[in-house]
């Protein structure tokens, strides 16, 4: 019978997932995962295998936590278009906040793996599709309420602001003038206005 673990996987994955976040994947050595985790190499691969494995548990936790968190205003069955500029607006408010420096774990794998890992580009693309469908259905709402005209293309406006978001989270991450992402944001707010009957 073996020994009980001391510790809990799902803690581990978080905290790994907070290492990767900051340091991309090429740059957290296993080495830093044993010291930031205070777990022995032992137990980390008898848990999750791998540095890859363990990797993509950590995609799977910030998917689960951060991004829905993150995206809770605008995937509630009463979002509209004020909930998207609000979240452009919150998310260029941070620039250069102690947090702004890691951008976005999914924005960062899409950079860094996604080219060449099959499993880190399904994760960036279930990400994408997601954050794309939050806004078409917040538009779709807006249309039914009368406040944008029937003829706009909800799913493909949907999909463009979710690329112009993870435009902003790669900005973040590169420490660029605050003022640059305030006024990408009155940018998309002035977008989304012109959305409206």
Known sequence: MGR????DPEAIADKAMELFWLNGYHGTS???LVDHLQINRYS?????????????????????NVVTHN?????????????IGELFEAFAAGARSPNSKRGCL???SAAELAPHDPNSQRFVEANVKRVSRAFSQAIKNAQRWGEVTPDVRAIEEGRYLAVTLFGFFVMLRAQIEPKILRGAAKAVLRYLEGLKS
């Open 106 to 108: 999914m924005c960062n």
């Open 44 to 64: 980390l691969y008898a848990e999750f295998g791998s540095k890859q494995n363990l990797y993509e548990e950590a995609l799977a936790r910030y998917e689960l």
């Open 30 to 32: 296993t080495q830093d």
């Open 71 to 83: 995206l809770s205003a605008v995937e509630c069955a009463g979002a509209g278009i004020a909930d």
């Open 4 to 7: 009980p673990k001391t510790y």
